[in-house]
């Protein structure tokens, strides 16, 4: 049956007269997007990047903290999201996919830095570091601290209280971007936190933030 | 909610603020923009692989008879090579050395604090802090660099001394043989020093001391470190020394136009600051384009100045009206309003106009956060309660979450 009304057709660029090729915009929605990068469509993995490096940086962000090397890695996470597109299995959850990605990535260059720290490489931290937004000296030794401490915590661990404490993650999303149940997640976020609290209570900059009450 | 909770959530504001700011969509998606281009299908699958082939196979012999092979390096006692990008600190008791393949060796004095940044045909190493020792070999065709804070130092083959205090923002060289081109402050588009000369110059006094080895102090054995005395600048030497020996004297030169550019970029506001009122800041606002003005914007509110900031601000978004930057500076502005000016109306209305610009922006969380305390702090109840509810349906998680549950629940 043919639709009764004309607007339930997609729209179509008016032809130009002059034989010039008009681009398609690109869809809005992630699955369309997905579809598209399969196809190969100009612009896709452009548009893909525009779209969804605000929340690969952000993870990087979190589990990192400030970090030099946290640019080349959100390149990384996509070259490795085109070569890996035609897996994604739900096209809707792309973003989520790009997470896990970002956090297999993190994971990596830590555990990367944990084995070459015989040669003593300096954590980023301990450099001259840049004012931050909005902040006094007080609240960015306490940043600087906070991620020199999560720099000591066994690298799941961390990655698993930075998802939880620093981004809010929910449990459940914690577990499946790291991949494990969530009874694993809980351990971990609640070992690495007894960690954290423990190593900042004897940090000058950390000790006013620690409550008598934390675990 | 924790004292810990709080830290950690205004640990993930600050870093959602700097992401804000950082353009990284913008380079990461430039880097991409010509990835999807379909590739011709024509010829047989086979041909650009053999083509590819007998291209590398050409310029590998090509190379191997003009290019040196890429250098390696090795750190300390170890055999590997170190993670490029990786810093690396020097043991408090003992030096740690950089041996290249090609022969050259960079030795980070004791407490020092170095990475090697890139590696080809010869390196770039960045030195964060103390004294690097360096000697490299003559005879690639490409010069190895070293950056130190705001100053380079290019180099073709040679050996010296090179420190840099980043707590006072002091470096020195004293070279030993060859013959360096340095960059940078003071030293502007390039300076070259020859054998037997010495260098001390500092970005912030903007002093800059050229002389021989032999008439100064023997600097050479006395690397900076962050536990030495203060150093102090020698004044600038006169051009006819009294002892009349070779003591070269060099006048101040004027810094390059967009000095305050690279301190800006290293964080040095206050410094980039000064320079930009030294040159004219409406001057620079005139001549800035969209990025440029954001950045002159983030110097001046970080080096106290909020008025000027909203100056650029507003400039930048009547001028770049539809770029990406004028939403951003919208929310700036509203920052600005709400933190400097107590302005909380008029807050409201620039997180307002951040909202409509940009509905599903990276700010979008902390424009409505800020718009509905903004509302609540000028005291809007009504208006607050009615964002209260909307940031709780946006963002039930979100660092406003406590304050929106408050004003929802508050009679």
Known sequence: MIPSSPTSLPRCPKASGDGRLLRLPLPESDAALVQALRAGREGAHEELVRRCTPDVERILQRVLGPDAELEDLAHDVFVASFKAIDRLRDPQALRSWLVGIAIRKARKLIARRKRWSFIRSVPPGDLPEQELASSSAEFTDALSCTYRILGTLPVDDRIAFALRHIDGMDLAGVAAHTDVSLATAKRRIARAQRRFVELARKNEALAPWVGEDEP | ?411
């Open chain 2, 1 to 411: 909610m924790s004292k810990l909770e709080i830290l950690l959530r205004r640990a993930a504001h600050e870093q959602d603020l700097q992401r804000a700011e950082s353009g990284l969509p913008e380079r990461l998606a430039a880097r991409f923009r010509d990835a999807s281009r379909p590739a011709p299908r024509r010829m047989p699958r086979w041909l650009p692989l053999a083509a590819a082939l007998m291209f590398t196979a050409i310029l590998v012999a090509v190379g191997a008879m003009k290019k040196p092979a890429p250098l390696g390096v090795t750190i300390g006692e170890t055999s590997a090579a170190p993670l490029l990008g990786a810093w690396l600190g020097a043991p408090d008791r003992g030096p740690l050395p950089l041996d290249f393949s090609d022969g050259s060796r960079f030795e980070l004095t004791p407490k020092s604090k170095a990475r090697v940044t890139e590696l080809g045909s010869s390196a770039r190493v960045e030195l964060a802090s103390g004294s690097l020792r360096v000697h490299v070999v003559p005879g690639r065709s490409s010069a190895w660099r070293i950056d130190a804070g705001p100053f380079g130092v290019r180099i073709t083959g040679t050996r010296f001394v090179v420190s840099y205090d980043p707590a006072q923002e002091v470096f020195e060289l004293v070279m030993d043989e060859g013959e360096v081109e340095l960059s940078g402050c003071v030293f502007g588009k390039g300076r070259k020093l020859a054998v037997g000369q010495r260098v001390r110059a500092s970005c912030r006094t903007q002093e800059l001391d050229v002389g021989y080895r032999d008439v100064a102090r023997p600097r050479a054995e006395l690397p900076l470190a962050s536990n030495t005395p203060e150093p102090k600048i020698a004044a600038p030497i006169p051009e006819a020394a009294a002892d009349g020996q070779s003591v070269a004297a060099t006048p101040l030169p004027a810094p390059a136009p967009a000095a305050w550019l690279p301190l800006a970029r290293a964080g040095k506001y206050r410094e980039a600051y000064a320079e930009l009122e030294r040159l004219g800041f409406d001057e620079e606002c005139r001549k800035a384009n969209a990025e440029t003005l954001g950045l002159i914007a983030d110097v001046a509110r970080k080096a106290r100045s909020p008025r000027k900031a909203e100056r650029a601000l507003l400039l930048l978004r009547r001028r770049f009206p539809s770029s990406a930057g004028a939403a951003i500076a919208a929310f700036s502005l509203g920052r600005l309003e709400f933190d400097e000016f107590r302005g909380y109306t008029r807050a409201a209305d620039w997180f307002r106009t951040y909202l409509k610009e940009q509905p599903n922006g990276a700010m979008a969380r902390e424009a409505l956060g800020r718009l509905l305390e903004a509302a609540y702090r000028g005291g809007d109840a009504g208006a607050a309660r009615a964002l209260s509810e909307r940031y709780l349906r946006e963002y039930p998680s979100g660092p406003h979450a406590e304050l929106a549950s408050r004003l929802v629940r508050a009679p």
